[in-house]
C-alpha cells in the first residue's frame, strides 16, 4: 500500500461524553449544581476546556437532558460568590450580562483555571 493514499482522519475525543472540538482539551472537571434558587438546582458535571464551559446534568435530574455551554470567547466576567463551608457559588457572566452560577467544590480553584483559560484567548 502507498501511505500517500490514505488521507489522515479527524478522531472524535469525548471528555465524560461531550464530544471535544478539533484542538479542544480539557483543563478541570467536577461535580457541580446549576443553581436556579435555594429550591431549584440541576446536578451534574462541569467542564472547563480550552475553548468553553459546559455543564451537562446528570440522569437524576428532573431536566436529564440539560445541557449547557458557553463560548471562552462571550465570557466577561467570573466571579466567587456565597461560601458555604464546602462549596462554593461561582458566577459567569456572559457579554449580555446574563449570569449563570454553579455550587461547586473548590471554587477558587475554578476561578483561578477559568481566568488561565481566559487570559490565553483574549
Known sequence: YDLDVFNPTYKKIF?????MNENEFPLRSGFANMYYSATRS?????LLTNQ??????HA???????CWELSLGRVDRTELGLNLLITQRVHIFDREENNTTFVV???KHWLNEMGHALNKIK
Open 15 to 19: 471528555f465524560h461524553e461531550i464530544e
Open 105 to 107: 467544590y473548590g471554587g
Open 60 to 66: 437524576l435530574n428532573i431536566n436529564p437532558n440539560l
Open 52 to 57: 468553553r464551559i459546559i455543564f451537562c446534568a
Open 42 to 46: 440541576d446536578g451534574g458535571r462541569l
